[in-house]
């Protein structure tokens, strides 16, 4: 599996107005101390000139209800429309990112795989920047912390998180926010998307889901059973 980020040179997106069009950092982060409502910013390169103290404009905000037996999420842009939703079955492990009011043809599925303490799915979603075909994404992670998380296209490395603070973790109320490396021309609502996906299973076991790609199960080895130095730069 790669170690850089790649440039995709057909884009992957959801929403194809929300496509990076050049390496992007995300900062995912708890806004209150429920633990069900985030807001995403970008984090400005290293060397960028910003004002002291100041805070990059809101790109999406995300709500829930802590009592939510769906964990439904709802995805706002920075205006606060509405852009899509994610959510389980009650009594399932299969997320899918969907628009309200048409459950029916999800945007996305998000399949966990067997994994006890890694972070392990499959993701298959209509990619809106290639007339709607189907792709798959793996989620891998890298440690069983869930400090870093990669996510794959075809073995090229399309997003990785970072967990901002290991301790905040393990304080509870402590806010937890999360740093997200996108690679150019992947849609950074769905990289959103996934972050939150990790957020809301951060404590808990990968079970298995039954959703496969075009009727083809995917295999359970998981290909990054190895160490790599990225997180060490």
Known sequence: MAT?????KQPIALRPEHIAS????????HINRTGVDYKVTTVAPEGASSSK???SPVLFTVDGKLTSWSQRRIFRDAIGLPLFDLRRKA??????????GDEDRPLATLAPRSSVFKDKCDIY???AAADGEEVMLEVRGQDV???WTHVYFNGALVMRTKLADMVAVYIPGKRISWEVEVAEGMD???ASAITIFLAENLYNSSYPS???FNGKKSEDADPTEVIHTAHNK
């Not at 850089?4 to 995709?8: D, I, V, Y």
């Not at 050049?22 to 982060?29: E, G, Q, Y």
């Not at 009594?91 to 309200?100: C, K, L, R, S, Y």
Request: overall charge positive.
């Open 4 to 8: 850089e980020l790649a440039l995709l």
């Open 188 to 190: 950074l609502s769905l």
């Open 125 to 127: 979603l209509a990619n």
């Open 53 to 55: 103290g100041s805070e």
């Open 22 to 29: 050049a390496p992007t950092t995300l900062r995912i982060k």
């Open 91 to 100: 009594a399932g492990v299969t997320f899918f990112i969907e628009i309200p």
């Open 145 to 147: 912390w869930k400090k």
């Open 210 to 212: 039954s959703h496969s």
